[in-house]
């Protein structure tokens, strides 16, 4: 089992930067890929950025490419979100996910979830 643990998360005003951080433990000598997800009040959780193990190649929402970034850190076990320009939309909690062989937007291929870190932006 893997446990997940977002941080980052916080209140910025629009045009602000914040960045996240997800710290993976457990059972992570897996090569698995690690994404963001977010889910504002009243909507679905969405896909926002994946990245394989090695941190080589990302998948991200386009309408999000240009303002969010993902990467990874040298031990691989932790999955960083830059995220730029911030605008009052980008109001969810975000979500880490692994357990997925490779990147993708399907909430479904991923079996670990974080608890979450509420992102704000106001206006």
């Known amino acids: 089992q893997v446990q997940l643990v977002e941080s980052g998360g916080g209140l910025v005003q629009a045009g602000g930067s914040l960045r996240l951080s997800c710290a993976a433990s457990?059972?992570?000598?897996?090569?698995?890929?690690m994404a963001w997800f977010r889910q504002a009040p009243g909507k679905e959780r969405e896909f926002v950025s994946a990245i394989t193990w090695s941190g080589v190649s990302t998948y991200s929402k386009d309408s999000l490419k240009g303002r969010f970034t993902i990467s990874r850190g040298n031990a691989n076990n932790t999955v960083y979100l830059q995220m730029n320009s911030l605008k009052s939309e980008d109001t969810a909690v975000y979500y880490c996910?692994?357990?997925?062989?490779?990147?993708?937007?399907?909430?479904?291929?991923?079996?670990?979830w974080g608890r979450g870190t509420q992102v704000t932006v106001s206006s």
């Open positions: 457990g059972r992570t000598f897996s090569p698995y890929a």
């Open positions: 996910a692994t357990g997925s062989s490779f990147p993708t937007s399907d909430p479904r291929s991923y079996d670990n």
